[in-house]
């Protein structure tokens, strides 16, 4: 069952008491733990790089785990008018599918074809909204790479992104000068994945931080933008920037495809890439062949950094564990009470008497001494 969310600055929200950036509409019947998770998804920054021109908006695949279900989350988030206060406003539209719901759909980036589905402004109430709406599936896929052969001067940048994915889904970072060419991009590199593989790849045409629970393979940057000087800074992944691709692309299969227009060409690449990792993943677990009859058996290969960590181990001395009161059998504390057993307790008035008595004997015997001053006086005076 798909479910959806819109997310904005109202005066009244969904939830009794609700204002301010809140949910608006919501389908009846969503889970509260996946409602949080996709106003959590609702970020958007705004920025003075984007004065003059139109603001970036951010399309974003990802998947969440919600208890014993995965969804496929895709996310619209831009700007909007300003709110009831007069500030600057946001307005996010999550649509939450099973991946039984996206058959339709031949690969993530068609899901934002449809733009009469996607809420960019809200006047409304808060409402809740129909079960089991679903955008209209896209028309004909993309047959070449001329986004990024105009863009970046060569469209075997865009192989760039498919090796990434067949290499484990490696993180790629890309600065594009308009944000209105992101789905674009998007939609021809993904041409370069094998079509079992594209619903894995996570995305964002906008993108500013990494929600927990989350994960984004190709995250874009407007050029200007904060995040595009932070990437140009010290981008730690792979870095795509129309300014520095004049030069020509490392040459590989990826590359090659993309500049002859023959996506399909890398599918059995990635097949055998797979099949490569998947035998030496079973080489590893296997166990070894089993020794000749006349043959000593001979002792496990290990690893020298392996060795080293079971020696440094056998050597450490053993951690005392300091004991949980959990732990201790209640009959152990069968002997006390809360206030004390009988036979406590007057020990402990005698032990306070004991405690006092010097300090008593010190008062009386000053006392004395001042009755027998008194009685010396007063016979004097009578004498």
């Given at each position: 069952m798909?479910?959806?969310?819109?997310?904005?600055s109202a005066?009244r929200?969904?939830?009794?008491?609700?204002?301010g950036?809140?949910?608006v509409?919501?389908?009846e019947?969503?889970?509260?733990t996946?409602?949080?998770?996709?106003e959590s998804?609702?970020?958007?920054?705004h920025?003075?790089?984007?004065?003059?021109?139109?603001?970036?908006?951010?399309?974003?695949?990802t998947?969440v785990?919600?208890?014993?279900t995965?969804y496929?989350v895709?996310?619209r988030?831009?700007?909007a008018?300003?709110?009831?206060?007069?500030?600057s406003?946001?307005?996010a539209?999550h649509l939450?599918?099973t991946?039984q719901?996206?058959?339709?759909?031949?690969?993530?980036?068609?899901?934002?074809?449809?733009?009469?589905f996607?809420?960019?402004?809200?006047t409304?109430?808060?409402t809740?909204?129909?079960?089991g709406?679903?955008?209209?599936?896209a028309?004909?896929p993309p047959?070449?790479?001329?986004?990024w052969e105009r863009?970046?001067g060569?469209?075997g940048?865009?192989?760039l992104?498919?090796?990434?994915?067949?290499?484990?889904?490696?993180?790629?970072?890309?600065?594009?000068?308009s944000?209105?060419d992101?789905?674009?991009?998007?939609?021809?590199?993904?041409?370069l994945?094998?079509?079992?593989?594209r619903?894995?790849?996570?995305?964002?045409?906008?993108f500013?931080?990494?929600?927990?629970g989350?994960?984004?393979h190709?995250?874009?940057?407007?050029?200007?933008?904060?995040?595009?000087?932070?990437l140009?800074?010290?981008?730690?992944?792979?870095?795509?920037?129309p300014a520095?691709?004049?030069?020509?692309?490392?040459d590989?299969?990826?590359?090659?495809?993309?500049?002859?227009?023959?996506p399909?060409?890398?599918?059995?690449?990635a097949?055998?890439a797979?099949?490569r990792?998947?035998?030496?993943r079973?080489?590893?677990?296997?166990?070894?062949?089993?020794?000749?009859?006349?043959?000593?058996?001979?002792?496990?290969?290990?690893?020298?950094s392996?060795?080293?960590?079971?020696?440094?181990?056998?050597?450490?001395k053993?951690?005392?564990q300091?004991?949980?009161p959990f732990?201790?059998?209640?009959?152990e504390?069968?002997?006390?009470?809360?206030?004390?057993?009988e036979?406590?307790?007057?020990?402990?008035?005698?032990?306070?008497?004991r405690?006092?008595?010097?300090?008593v004997?010190?008062?009386?015997?000053l006392?004395?001494?001042?009755?027998?001053i008194?009685a010396?006086?007063?016979?004097?005076?009578?004498t």
């Amino acid at each position: 069952m798909s479910y959806e969310l819109v997310y904005t600055s109202a005066r009244r929200g969904l939830r009794v008491g609700a204002s301010g950036f809140c949910t608006v509409a919501a389908t009846e019947g969503i889970p509260r733990t996946l409602q949080d998770k996709l106003e959590s998804l609702s970020g958007y920054r705004h920025e003075e790089s984007f004065a003059g021109r139109e603001p970036p908006i951010n399309f974003a695949h990802t998947t969440v785990r919600i208890q014993r279900t995965i969804y496929h989350v895709f996310s619209r988030v831009g700007t909007a008018a300003k709110d009831h206060t007069r500030r600057s406003n946001k307005i996010a539209h999550h649509l939450a599918v099973t991946s039984q719901e996206l058959q339709d759909f031949e690969q993530p980036v068609a899901v934002f074809a449809d733009t009469d589905f996607w809420v960019d402004e809200w006047t409304s109430e808060p409402t809740w909204l129909d079960a089991g709406r679903l955008p209209a599936a896209a028309g004909t896929p993309p047959a070449d790479f001329a986004t990024w052969e105009r863009i970046f001067g060569d469209a075997g940048w865009a192989g760039l992104l498919g090796q990434a994915v067949s290499d484990g889904f490696r993180s790629v970072n890309i600065i594009v000068p308009s944000s209105g060419d992101a789905l674009r991009l998007l939609e021809e590199a993904m041409q370069l994945v094998k079509p079992d593989d594209r619903w894995q790849v996570c995305f964002s045409t906008h993108f500013s931080r990494q929600v927990s629970g989350t994960t984004c393979h190709w995250r874009m940057a407007l050029d200007g933008s904060a995040e595009a000087r932070k990437l140009r800074a010290r981008s730690q992944s792979l870095l795509l920037d129309p300014a520095g691709s004049r030069s020509l692309p490392q040459d590989n299969a990826y590359v090659q495809a993309a500049q002859a227009g023959r996506p399909e060409s890398v599918y059995e690449l990635a097949s055998s890439a797979d099949r490569r990792r998947i035998s030496l993943r079973q080489d590893a677990l296997a166990p070894p062949p089993a020794a000749a009859a006349d043959q000593p058996a001979s002792e496990p290969v290990v690893r020298p950094s392996v060795r080293r960590r079971q020696e440094a181990r056998r050597r450490a001395k053993p951690v005392p564990q300091s004991r949980s009161p959990f732990d201790v059998d209640e009959s152990e504390y069968a002997h006390v009470s809360i206030g004390g057993s009988e036979d406590e307790q007057p020990v402990r008035r005698r032990r306070r008497r004991r405690r006092h008595k010097p300090a008593v004997i010190g008062v009386l015997l000053l006392a004395a001494v001042v009755l027998v001053i008194l009685a010396y006086l007063g016979i004097r005076l009578v004498t």
